[in-house]
């Protein structure tokens, strides 16, 4: 099992089951857009608008969750210097940070028609705003500091930092007055959403979680 901690194995993982994945995310992605566009019904207040949340929903849910595994990769790296940590959240920031703007932009869209604004700068968007923002710079270390070393050890601390904004965006409709909604689908309590509308957002959700491990295996 402590090989698969070695970035070599990783990468011939990585070539036996990506075109598997592929295949898979087209036909779940396809199924889930079916359903979202065509099967699931409309909103009795928000219309048609609604089915924007089947992209919405997975691309926010995503960008958290890469970014979440951004820093305890990064907390690893700083700690127990193990090669595979650095080089897994490097991979994993280019998708979190394209499911982050989609988020972003989604959000607007759906915003503009709900709410009667494209934007508002309360806690959840705000937050999310600064999520796009590590994202950049964590990905702009990368880019411009040639020195791998030096690099991974400024990441590695920008995503740490970073993290603290998690449980911020998470919690913000709690903890604040917000325009945005509670969330719908919680760990502790049954989801408020309608089976009609979550079959498809999970559909969604799983084919965008496939879709991130196609391009977490292609970066890796």
Same mark, same amino acid.
């Given at each position: 099992?402590?090989? =698969?901690?070695?970035?070599?194995?990783?990468?011939?993982?990585?070539?036996?089951?990506?075109?598997?994945?592929?295949?898979?995310?087209?036909?779940?992605?396809?199924?889930?857009?079916?359903?979202?566009?065509?099967?699931?019904?409309?909103?009795?207040?928000?219309?048609?608008?609604?089915?924007?949340?089947?992209?919405?929903?997975?691309?926010?849910?995503?960008?958290?969750?890469?970014?979440?595994?951004?820093?305890?990769?990064?907390?690893?790296?700083?700690?127990?210097?193990?090669?595979?940590?650095?080089?897994?959240?490097?991979?994993?920031?280019?998708?979190?940070?394209?499911?982050? =703007?989609?988020?972003?932009?989604?959000?607007?869209?759906?915003?503009?028609?709900?709410?009667?604004?494209?934007?508002?700068?309360?806690?959840?968007?705000?937050?999310?705003?600064? =999520?796009?923002?590590?994202?950049?710079?964590?990905?702009?270390?990368?880019?411009?500091?040639?020195?791998?070393?030096?690099?991974?050890?400024?990441?590695?601390?920008?995503?740490?930092?970073?993290?603290?904004?998690?449980?911020?965006?998470?919690?913000?409709?709690?903890?604040?007055?917000?325009?945005?909604?509670?969330?719908?689908?919680?760990?502790?309590?049954?989801?408020?959403?309608?089976?009609?509308?979550?079959?498809?957002?999970?559909?969604?959700?799983?084919?965008?979680? =496939?879709?991130?491990?196609?391009?977490?295996?292609?970066?890796?």
């Amino acid at each position: 099992m402590l090989k =698969l901690l070695f970035p070599n194995k990783i990468l011939s993982l990585s070539n036996k089951l990506i075109n598997i994945l592929i295949l898979l995310m087209v036909f779940i992605i396809i199924l889930g857009l079916i359903n979202a566009l065509y099967i699931s019904p409309a909103d009795y207040i928000q219309g048609d608008s609604v089915r924007i949340m089947y992209i919405h929903v997975p691309a926010s849910l995503i960008s958290l969750g890469c970014f979440a595994l951004i820093g305890i990769s990064s907390f690893f790296s700083l700690i127990f210097k193990i090669k595979i940590f650095p080089i897994m959240a490097k991979s994993l920031a280019p998708v979190g940070f394209v499911f982050t =703007l989609i988020s972003i932009v989604t959000g607007s869209l759906w915003g503009k028609p709900t709410w009667g604004i494209w934007w508002v700068w309360d806690a959840r968007l705000t937050s999310m705003l600064i =999520l796009l923002f590590f994202y950049i710079t964590y990905l702009f270390v990368w880019k411009i500091i040639n020195d791998y070393e030096k690099a991974k050890k400024i990441s590695s601390i920008i995503a740490i930092i970073g993290s603290l904004n998690l449980p911020i965006i998470k919690y913000s409709v709690d903890w604040w007055a917000t325009l945005h909604q509670p969330s719908s689908i919680t760990l502790t309590s049954a989801p408020t959403i309608h089976y009609s509308m979550l079959v498809p957002l999970i559909i969604m959700l799983i084919g965008m979680i =496939l879709f991130t491990l196609v391009i977490f295996f292609n970066e890796i």
